[in-house]
C-alpha cells in the first residue's frame, strides 16, 4: 500500500516537472496551469524547509 502512495506521488512529481518544461516551451494552457501548481507548490515547500532549519538552529546568523 505503501509503495503504491510513493508512486503516485512520484508520478505527481514527475508530471508536474514535464507541464513546466512544456509551458516554457509554449504549451497548452492547461500545462501552464499545472506548471503554475507545480512552481507554487515547491517554493512553499522551499520556504517552510528554511522555517524549519532556523527554528532546528536558533543562534545562526542568518542563511547560508
Avoid: F
Amino acid at each position: 500500500m505503501i509503495v503504491a502512495v510513493l508512486l503516485g506521488v512520484l508520478a505527481l512529481i514527475v508530471g508536474g516537472c514535464a507541464c513546466v518544461v512544456r509551458a516554457e516551451r509554449g504549451g497548452p494552457r492547461w500545462a501552464r496551469v499545472v506548471a503554475t501548481v507545480t512552481l507554487t507548490a515547491s517554493e512553499l515547500l522551499r520556504a517552510s524547509g528554511k522555517k524549519r532549519r532556523r527554528g532546528l538552529n536558533p543562534g545562526s546568523q542568518g542563511d547560508e
